[in-house]
């Protein structure tokens, strides 16, 4: 149930469909905040997880379509400590929490377990930052 995998080397960005875990391991694995910050996982037509930052340091959201309009949400681990942070990629800066400062490791896990079933685990949080309504 793969769809398309998008991503950027040296701020060009470029898409693999049907992707292998391994090829989103390796890429998550060498992101830097800078020329490789961005990826993104869009299985069937309406659900998508996303990562922006560097491997030490990311944030993943997940979108999710509903009918015309669609939600955002920001993953994050089960802590109680909650401070805003900023982390850096190509195109910016993105405000944050704490908790939602993820590894490259963490975000295979989520990227696996979203490959089989395009929702985020329920290991993780999720907040909602947006929430786009039909027009």
């Excluded at 390796?26 to 990826?39: G, K, N, P, V």
Aim: proline share 4%; hydrophobic share 40%.
């Amino acid at each position: 149930m793969v769809g398309e995998f998008r991503y950027e080397i040296d701020n060009c960005p470029l898409i693999v469909y049907e992707p292998a875990i391994d090829f989103i391991e390796r890429y998550l694995q060498q992101m830097d905040a800078r020329t490789h910050s961005f990826c993104e996982l869009t299985v069937g037509e309406s659900a998508c997880l996303q990562a922006r930052g560097g491997a030490s340091r990311m944030i993943v959201e997940y979108r999710i379509g509903e009918g015309e309009a669609f939600r955002h949400y920001v993953v994050g681990r089960k802590k109680s400590t909650l401070f805003p942070v900023k982390v850096r990629y190509s195109a910016g800066m993105i405000q944050a929490f704490t908790n939602e400062l993820l590894t490259w490791e963490e975000a295979l896990e989520l990227f696996g377990a979203f490959m089989d079933h395009p929702q985020p685990s329920s290991a993780y949080l999720l907040r909602e930052t947006f929430r786009e309504q039909e027009l």
